[in-house]
């Protein structure tokens, strides 16, 4: 016995310095020797611990089994880790339970004494269910993904197949499992593949890993159909994987088809409308120049021999013919818009205005102002001159008032550039304002005033060419202001802008 306390004050001191926590017990169970570390763990630092029985260290639902467990073992003592397969729990002196690990040794066999030593494993048996919620919500995601997801080894065999992929293909997983992943690939294709992966392993350069690439696939029932194709690499240990997200495709071929057809109708639709507009300008335009010059004949040879009436007769004849002219010229002007493209150059804007004001030829009761500082655009130049001549011949031709005022200006908002026409002539009633913008639209008759009814419709498409867009604002007997948008910036045809004042 003195042996014993001898060892035993050795044994304290050795537990004492030691970081893990242990204890000493003897047959019956009783703990003879705690450590600090054992004591605080359990919430006895006040050293009551020694001479309790170890089973008030177990939850009490436990005790029972443990007290047969702990017998067992003093039947057969050995070193082993008491309750091997199966959880075991430790209860702190406040009550509360948390997952332990024990390790046994015998001591001795006379007396019987046993060392156990504990592990706290709470913050193991957190993270294990940390993974396995991660490893939930990525089975998860992995199940319900749309795209098809196959990972192989690097050998090039199939290990998993997603829901997805088993749809796409026809293989359930369990059938494409442990079969090369050229299965899913046509014949022109699993060669090639299978080099490729060799190539890698041996040389480590990357001409599919990584890279999306659009390929060909097998379904089980030998249809093929394109898909693409996404491969990353990924390391499982010591163990190098390969994971392929595949997208079935063959509806966006088949987009990309149709619009190639329907660019090849546009692009045929175009050259025919290119040749009628051409065919229509000679054969319509020479027999008109050929009436026009017999009408003016009549008119002025044969002028004695016509009344009031038939003098009118030719008047409107003559007018119309030239109408019939204009309107050819306008048509083809519309359909070169967008076709025929011009150089963009810079524009500036006041000496382009004083140039198409002058060509107009205003009356004398008619005063068109331009506001100074318009800017400069870079952009087709006949274009815009198309669209301001358009908008200030309208306002100069319906002017109804004796003094005539059309002025000609812009701002910059939004990062547009807002420009205007305004007049104060009679003005248009607002549920005219999108048919103005129609082709072949007028609102005065024709015999009074000489229309074609392009005009409008040829601004609206130029300025829609540019990404802008175009309005009117009017009041009946007061006038009104036209008004058309370009971006500031950026806009195709347009790259850069700067104000200038009027020459």
Request: hydrophobic fraction near 40%; proline fraction near 5%; charged fraction near 25%.
């Amino acid at each position: 016995m003195d042996n014993f306390v001898m060892e035993g004050r050795n044994l304290e001191w050795l537990l004492a310095a030691a970081s893990d926590a242990m204890l000493i017990a003897d047959h019956t169970g009783k703990i003879l020797l705690a450590n600090p570390a054992l004591c605080t763990l359990f919430g006895y630092d006040d050293g009551t611990l020694p001479g309790q029985p170890v089973e008030v260290l177990v939850p009490t639902s436990l005790r029972g089994h443990h007290a047969a467990l702990r017998n067992t073992y003093v039947e057969q003592p050995r070193p082993r880790a008491m309750g091997a397969g199966m959880e075991l729990s430790g209860v702190h002196r406040d009550g509360r339970e948390f997952p332990v690990e024990v390790s046994l040794s015998p001591l001795s066999a006379d007396p019987p004494l046993v060392l156990a030593i504990v592990h706290d494993i709470t913050r193991r048996k957190l993270a294990e269910a940390a993974l396995q919620e991660s490893e939930a919500r990525m089975r998860a995601v992995f199940d319900s993904v749309a795209d098809a997801i196959i990972t192989i080894d690097e050998a090039g065999i199939i290990e998993r197949l997603n829901p997805a992929a088993e749809s796409l293909f026809g293989y359930p997983e369990a059938e494409a499992a442990g079969r090369n992943v050229s299965l899913l690939m046509p014949a022109g294709h699993r060669e090639r593949h299978d080099g490729y992966l060799a190539h890698y392993r041996a040389t480590g350069e990357r001409k599919i890993i990584g890279i999306g690439r659009e390929v060909e696939g097998l379904r089980k029932d030998g249809s093929i159909f394109p898909m693409e194709l996404t491969v990353t690499e990924m390391w499982l240990g010591t163990r190098r994987m390969f994971t392929g997200v595949v997208r079935d495709i063959s509806q966006r071929k088949q987009a990309e088809q149709e619009n190639r057809q329907l660019m090849q109708e546009l692009t045929s639709a175009n050259e025919e409308l290119t040749n009628f507009a051409y065919v229509v300008s000679h054969d319509l335009k020479a027999p008109l120049r050929g009436i026009g010059s017999l009408a003016d004949w009549l008119a002025t040879d044969y002028a004695q021999h016509f009344n009031e009436e038939g003098r009118e007769h030719m008047r409107l004849l003559i007018n119309r013919v030239h109408r019939m002219g204009a309107l050819i010229d306008g048509i083809l002007q519309y359909s070169r818009v967008g076709r025929v493209k011009e150089a963009r150059v810079p524009v500036a804007l006041s000496r382009m205005l004083a140039d198409v004001v002058d060509l107009l030829a205003p009356p004398h009761n008619i005063q068109v102002t331009v506001q100074p500082d318009m800017p400069t655009l870079v952009l087709e130049p006949t274009r815009l001159q198309q669209v301001f001549h358009n908008l200030i011949s309208n306002a100069i031709k319906y002017m109804d008032k004796p003094d005539g005022q059309v002025t000609v200006g812009c701002t910059e908002q939004d990062g547009h550039w807002r420009f205007f026409v305004a007049d104060n002539g009679p003005g248009i009633e607002a549920r005219h304002f999108e048919r103005i913008f129609q082709l072949f639209q007028t609102l005065a008759p024709r015999d009074r005033v000489e229309s074609t009814g392009v005009g409008l419709a040829l601004v609206k498409k130029i300025v829609e060419m540019y990404q802008g867009s175009v309005g009117v604002e009017s009041v009946i007997g007061q006038g009104s202001t036209f008004w058309f948008t370009l971006p500031a910036g950026g806009a195709p045809g347009q790259t850069g802008k700067q104000h200038e004042t009027t020459e």
